[in-house]
């Protein structure tokens, strides 16, 4: 079984700046891609950032584009993602995803609340 650990989530203003942490219980190289995905109070989970663990493919929802960005140290099993300009509109529960050729695993996520 793969635990997958947010962290990093908070209340912040406008503008500001958060880095989300994911702790990966195992090697992230036994996943074949890892990704952010979030989800608003009456909304469908949406896909945020997605990043081969070879480092080499990274993909952005449009609505994120130049913001954020998606990062894994596989030294110490860890994705990263880091959200600046926050809007208000990215207020939502943050999880993270790995997925092997046969699993999907999820962690159970941390709240990012952007409001002055």
């Known amino acids: 079984q793969v635990h997958l650990v947010e962290s990093g989530g908070g209340l912040v203003q406008p503008g500001g700046s958060l880095r989300l942490s994911c702790a990966v219980s195992?090697?992230?190289?036994?996943?074949?891609?890892m990704g952010w995905y979030r989800q608003a109070p009456g909304m469908q989970r949406e896909l945020v950032a997605t990043?081969?663990?070879?480092?080499?493919?990274?993909k952005y929802a449009d609505s994120v584009k130049g913001r954020f960005t998606i990062s894994a140290d596989s030294a110490k099993n860890t994705v990263y993602l880091q959200m600046n300009s926050l809007k208000p509109e990215d207020t939502a529960v943050y999880y993270c995803?790995?997925?092997?050729?046969?699993?999907?695993?999820w962690g159970q996520g941390t709240q990012v609340t952007v409001s002055s």
């Open positions: 990043i081969t663990t070879a480092g080499t493919t990274l």
């Open positions: 195992r090697s992230i190289f036994s996943m074949y891609v």
């Open positions: 995803n790995g997925k092997t050729f046969r699993e999907d695993y």
